[in-house]
Protein backbone atom coordinates (compact mmCIF):
# COMPACT_ATOMS: atom_id res chain seq x y z
CA UNK A 1 0.00 0.00 0.00
CA UNK A 2 1.57 3.61 -0.65
CA UNK A 3 1.78 6.00 1.86
CA UNK A 4 1.75 9.73 1.71
CA UNK A 5 3.37 12.89 2.44
CA UNK A 6 2.18 16.02 1.96
CA UNK A 7 4.17 19.52 2.64
CA UNK A 8 4.56 23.25 2.10
CA UNK A 9 1.29 24.85 3.06
CA UNK A 10 1.40 27.22 5.20
CA UNK A 11 -0.59 30.80 5.34
CA UNK A 12 -0.81 33.62 2.62
CA UNK A 13 -2.60 36.89 2.08
CA UNK A 14 -5.04 36.71 -0.52
CA UNK A 15 -3.16 36.73 -3.90
CA UNK A 16 0.06 34.76 -2.98
CA UNK A 17 1.19 32.12 -4.30
CA UNK A 18 2.05 28.05 -2.82
CA UNK A 19 3.78 25.20 -3.55
CA UNK A 20 2.45 21.84 -2.19
CA UNK A 21 4.30 18.70 -2.65
CA UNK A 22 3.62 15.25 -2.40
CA UNK A 23 6.10 12.12 -2.07
CA UNK A 24 4.58 8.55 -2.16
CA UNK A 25 6.59 5.90 -0.59
CA UNK A 26 6.13 3.64 -3.99
CA UNK A 27 5.39 3.78 -7.28
CA UNK A 28 3.05 5.90 -8.70
CA UNK A 29 3.46 4.88 -12.14
CA UNK A 30 -0.20 3.72 -13.96
CA UNK A 31 -2.33 5.61 -11.23
CA UNK A 32 -3.88 9.09 -11.76
CA UNK A 33 -3.28 11.31 -9.15
CA UNK A 34 -5.05 14.23 -7.22
CA UNK A 35 -5.03 16.83 -5.18
CA UNK A 36 -7.87 17.12 -2.80
CA UNK A 37 -9.56 19.72 -0.62
CA UNK A 38 -11.13 19.54 2.86
CA UNK A 39 -12.35 22.81 4.05
CA UNK A 40 -13.10 23.53 7.19
CA UNK A 41 -16.91 21.75 8.17
CA UNK A 42 -17.12 20.46 4.55
CA UNK A 43 -16.54 16.71 2.78
CA UNK A 44 -13.15 16.40 1.01
CA UNK A 45 -12.62 17.57 -2.82
CA UNK A 46 -10.96 17.03 -5.72
CA UNK A 47 -9.49 19.93 -7.21
CA UNK A 48 -7.25 18.51 -9.61
CA UNK A 49 -6.08 15.51 -11.57
CA UNK A 50 -3.23 14.06 -13.30
CA UNK A 51 -2.65 11.01 -15.72
CA UNK A 52 0.67 9.24 -15.73
CA UNK A 53 1.37 10.66 -19.18
CA UNK A 54 0.66 14.34 -17.89
CA UNK A 55 -2.92 15.59 -19.18
CA UNK A 56 -4.26 17.42 -16.14
CA UNK A 57 -8.28 18.00 -15.21
CA UNK A 58 -9.39 20.55 -12.57
CA UNK A 59 -12.11 21.97 -10.87
CA UNK A 60 -13.88 24.97 -11.79
CA UNK A 61 -12.88 26.55 -8.98
CA UNK A 62 -9.25 26.05 -9.69
CA UNK A 63 -9.24 26.13 -13.18
CA UNK A 64 -6.38 29.01 -14.42
CA UNK A 65 -5.32 29.52 -10.95
CA UNK A 66 -4.04 25.89 -9.70
CA UNK A 67 -1.17 24.04 -11.98
CA UNK A 68 -0.91 20.12 -10.97
CA UNK A 69 2.49 18.58 -12.28
CA UNK A 70 4.44 15.10 -11.29
CA UNK A 71 7.71 13.26 -11.24
CA UNK A 72 6.92 9.56 -11.76
CA UNK A 73 10.59 8.79 -11.34
CA UNK A 74 11.00 10.82 -7.90
CA UNK A 75 7.47 9.49 -6.87
CA UNK A 76 6.24 13.25 -6.10
CA UNK A 77 3.15 14.94 -7.32
CA UNK A 78 2.73 18.84 -7.22
CA UNK A 79 0.46 21.59 -7.04
CA UNK A 80 1.39 25.19 -7.54
CA UNK A 81 -1.36 27.55 -6.55
CA UNK A 82 -1.75 31.04 -7.52
CA UNK A 83 -3.84 34.20 -7.00
CA UNK A 84 -5.12 32.12 -3.42
CA UNK A 85 -8.33 33.17 -2.38
CA UNK A 86 -9.63 32.37 1.33
CA UNK A 87 -11.88 30.09 0.10
CA UNK A 88 -9.05 27.92 -0.92
CA UNK A 89 -8.60 27.68 2.72
CA UNK A 90 -8.43 23.86 3.93
CA UNK A 91 -6.21 20.95 4.28
CA UNK A 92 -5.21 19.33 1.21
CA UNK A 93 -4.28 16.01 0.48
CA UNK A 94 -2.80 14.39 -2.47
CA UNK A 95 -4.10 10.60 -3.03
CA UNK A 96 -5.30 8.65 -6.14
CA UNK A 97 -8.17 9.37 -8.65
CA UNK A 98 -10.03 8.44 -11.72
CA UNK A 99 -9.74 10.42 -14.64
CA UNK A 100 -11.17 13.08 -15.31
CA UNK A 101 -12.01 14.43 -11.52
CA UNK A 102 -13.51 11.63 -9.32
CA UNK A 103 -12.34 10.46 -6.17
CA UNK A 104 -10.23 6.94 -6.08
CA UNK A 105 -7.82 7.09 -2.91
CA UNK A 106 -5.51 4.32 -1.70
CA UNK A 107 -7.32 2.67 1.64
CA UNK A 108 -4.87 5.33 3.66
CA UNK A 109 -4.14 9.06 3.55
CA UNK A 110 -1.09 11.47 4.32
CA UNK A 111 -1.89 13.92 7.34
CA UNK A 112 -1.92 16.28 4.95
CA UNK A 113 -0.79 19.89 5.04
CA UNK A 114 -2.98 23.34 6.24
CA UNK A 115 -3.38 26.03 3.69
CA UNK A 116 -4.78 29.05 5.27
CA UNK A 117 -5.45 31.88 2.91
CA UNK A 118 -6.43 35.67 4.86
CA UNK A 119 -8.16 38.18 3.19
Known amino acids: QVQLVESGGGLVTAGGTLTLSCVAS???????MGWYRQAPGKQRDLVAT???????SYADSTKGRFTISRDNAKKMVYLQMNNLRPEDTGIYYC??????????????WGQGTQVTVSA
Open 50 to 56: IITGGNT
Open 26 to 32: GSILGYT
Open 95 to 108: NRAFWPLRPRPFNS
